[in-house]
C-alpha cells in the first residue's frame, strides 16, 4: 500500500526547512555516504551529513511532526522511526532502481532498526523542477509520485523504486525509514482499514456500545500482533 499523507508541513513551513538546507554553510556530503552495496553504484545525490547538528534539529522537527499526524501514527504504527535525513537532486542526479536495505544501525548507538516502511517528505514545491519523480513498482504496477512541499509518501521498504533524474531546478526532501509495531503489511493495512472505519463511525454518532466493541477489537488485534 502507497499512502500519501497531506500537509505533514504547510507549505511555508516546507519553504522555512528548505530555507535552512540550502544555506551555504549546510553540511552536505555525496549520498553514497550512507548507501550499502546496492545503492552505491546507483546513487547520485548529495545528503546532509548524518552526525551534524542540522541534520538533527531538523530531523527532530519532522518527527515532533510526524507524532502529531494521526494518518502516519494510524498507518505506520511506528515503533522505531529513523532519524529523518535530507536529500537533494540537481540537475543530472538520480537514484537507480534499489530495494533499500532491510536492517540499518541507528546513527550514534548499537540498535539496530528493520526498515518496514519507508518516507519521502516532500519538501520544493513540484513547479520548481523538472523530473525528480519518486518511481515505485507496487506489485506489478509502476506508480510515479511528486508531491505538494509538506506532503509524504509512505510505502513498503520491501518494494523496488528509484527516483528519475531532474532535468531543471533542484528537488530537496526529507527521507526517513520505519520499524513498526505491526511486522505484517497485510496486518498493518488491516489495522488502518478498521481503525479509518471507527473515526468514522465516532464522527457520526453512531451505536456506541457497538464501537466501544469494535475499538475493543482494533486494540486486541493490535496487541496479538504487535511487538515492541
Ligand atoms: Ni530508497
Redesign the pocket.
Known amino acids: 500500500m502507497l499512502l500519501h499523507i497531506p500537509m505533514v508541513f504547510s507549505a511555508p513551513q516546507a519553504q522555512a526547512l528548505r530555507t535552512r538546507l540550502l544555506a551555504p554553510d549546510a553540511p552536505w556530503v555525496d549520498g553514497r555516504a550512507t548507501a550499502g552495496h546496492q ?1 552505491a553504484p546507483v546513487k547520485h545525490n548529495r545528503q546532509i551529513a548524518e552526525h551534524s547538528p542540522l541534520a538533527r534539529e531538523l530531523g527532530d522537527t519532522v518527527l515532533a511532526a510526524l507524532e502529531r499526524n494521526p494518518l502516519f501514527i494510524s498507518a505506520a504504527l511506528p515503533n522505531h522511526v529513523y532519524p529523518p535525513m535530507f536529500n537533494r537532486y540537481a540537475p543530472g542526479m538520480d ?1 537507480g532502481d ?3 536495505g532491510a536492517v540499518r544501525m541507528v546513527p550514534g548507538t548499537t540498535a539496530k532498526l528493520r526498515t518496514d516502511l ?1 518516507a519521502t517528505l516532500f519538501l520544493t514545491p513540484p513547479e520548481d523542477y523538472e523530473g525528480g519523480e519518486l518511481q515505485i513498482l507496487d506489485s506489478s504496477q509502476l506508480r510515479s509520485i511528486k508531491l505538494a512541499a509538506g506532503d509524504l509518501i509512505l510505502y513498503p ?1 520491501t518494494y523496488v ?3 528519475e533524474a531532474v532535468t531543471r531546478g533542484e528537488r530537496v526532501s526529507c ?1 526517513f525509514w520505519v520499524q513498526s509495531l505491526v511486522r505484517d503489511a497485510a496486518c498493518r493495512s488491516l489495522l488502518f482499514d478498521m481503525d479509518r472505519a471507527i473515526q468514522r463511525l465516532g464522527a457520526t454518532n453512531a451505536d456506541a456500545a457497538a464501537r466501544v466493541q469494535l475499538t475493543g477489537c482494533y486494540h486486541n488485534l493490535l496487541r496479538r500482533w504487535s511487538e515492541t
Open positions: 545503492g537514484f534499489h530495494v533499500d519507508s521498504s523504486h528509484r527516483v527521507f
